[in-house]
């Protein structure tokens, strides 16, 4: 029993029962109790704190790591793409150039005798006051900037912005008045000086500090123009590393392949997965052809140096001593007889050898004999004097032509071979690495254009021995003797430039 009133609301265990409990607490004083529990250690919440701010610094850093590598790939492919975008243009201005001279030389055969010495003429006279660095093919002048100071005044002259934009003009023009030049060794330097552009807007006008080493824009623009030029992306890739990566910044900086490939696949995307040859009925490789494919790669290579010796001595060679100033002192008199040389060649073989020989070179290696039989070397002979006008052109895919028609000639004399178009394909890889002395590139780039990699032993074959044999006749490579002479050139102007 207890003395609670039944009515009394205070429940049991409440401080009316107890009086030594606390009321505020509403606990029993026998309960534990952490009201005398010491406070935090200030030194441990300091230490707590400090390695919350640096793993947040940490973090921060690395994010900013990731943020800037992520805008200068996405800079970097942009530039890229912007290079296979304007290789395609490029394309396209000079196959409308290239059918505007078929159809008015069709129609009037003796409009080649005005066009070509007028032509050559007057565009060696616009080289010469508007873009005398652009001269030629292009790739001689890229090679040499990558060897030049980085940023300094003689790699921009070679691969400056104005001067490839005037290349575009006249590369277009001397196709529209029938010179035998190509525009793809064109699209090389266009494609370096383009992307060295964009690197250096972006650094200066956008303030990216995100490194841009200029002879790596200039490898990726000039690899990734030919890629697009030929819409082939590994031969793109190729020419970076054999032709353009003498040193090991060039050759193996993912950045750049990265940029190549950007472009290439750019092409791919509009263009399709179309080769740039077309070969209607795929080729057999059969070791019957073994021997003929050896004796082109003879052939090729004693004429692809013979003809890499000649435009390396250009006129000059051919004159006696007492005249060869004389090109020199009047350029644009030796562009209106070499524009008269070609068109003899030319209406000599119907038309056959104006523009870059892509039509014969496409019907040669599907078997499609042409009207004229010594077409390769009257080919040879126009590529080599369009060369010595001074113009601007290139020899890539005037090379190839010739290359075909060489082949062709040499199935002539082979008797008894089952797939003699084979002849014409290997004969363009081997006179292409003859020429240049780069038969790795040749030997893709004829490969992935006609989409033939069951010849890919063949081509290789003979592009090694072809080059083995230009050698012979023309101990340094074509493209990099040139470069030498335009890396003097670029340097001189620069030292002169301060005094004028």
Known sequence: MTDREPNDPTPPGSSADNPGANPDSGRDPQAPSDAGAPPPDPRLLNQISRRARVAAWRKSRQAGRISRTTLRYAAFMFGAGCVGLFSLVFAWIAEVALHWNRQLTQATPWLAFVMLPFGLAALRWLTIRLAPQARGSGIPQVIAAVTLPPSGPAQTLLVSLRQSMWKVVLTAAALLAGASVGREGPSVQVGAAAMLAWGRWCQEKLRFRIGFHPNALIAAGAAGGLAAAFNTPLAGVVFAIEELGRGTAVRWDRLVLSGVLTA?????????????????????????????????????????????????????????????????????????????????????????????????????????????????????????????????????????????????????????????????????????????????????????????????????????????????????????????????????????????
Request: a positive charge.
């Open 264 to 500: 290439g696949f750019l092409s791919l995307a509009v263009l399709g997965n179309n080769p740039y040859f077309v070969v209607k009925v795929p080729m057999l490789g059969l070791h019957e052809a073994w021997g003929p494919v050896l004796l082109c790669a003879l052939v090729t290579g004693v004429l692809g140096g013979v003809f890499a010796k000649a435009l390396k001595g250009g006129v000059p060679a051919l004159l006696p001593a007492a005249w060869r100033d004389w090109p020199g002192r009047h350029p644009v008199w030796t562009a209106f007889g070499c524009g008269l040389v070609v068109a003899i060649i030319g209406w000599a073989t119907a038309g056959a050898t104006f523009g870059t020989g892509y039509e014969q070179a496409a019907a040669l290696i599907n078997g499609e004999s042409h009207a004229t039989l010594w077409f390769g070397l009257a080919k040879l002979a126009a590529t080599v004097v369009s060369y010595f006008a001074g113009i601007p052109g290139g020899i890539f895919t005037p090379a190839l032509a010739i290359g075909a028609g060489i082949g062709e000639n040499v199935a002539h004399f082979v008797s008894g071979m089952a797939e003699p178009r084979v002849l014409a394909l290997v004969s363009m890889a081997a006179f292409l690495a003859a020429a240049t002395q780069a038969p790795i590139t040749a030997s893709v780039i004829v490969m992935e254009m006609t989409r033939t990699q069951d010849l890919t032993v063949f081509l290789l074959a003979a592009s090694l021995l072809a080059s083995f044999i230009s050698r012979q006749f023309s101990p340094h490579p074509f493209y990099h003797q040139v470069g030498h002479t335009f890396r003097r050139e670029a340097l001189a102007l620069t030292r002169k430039a301060p005094a004028g």
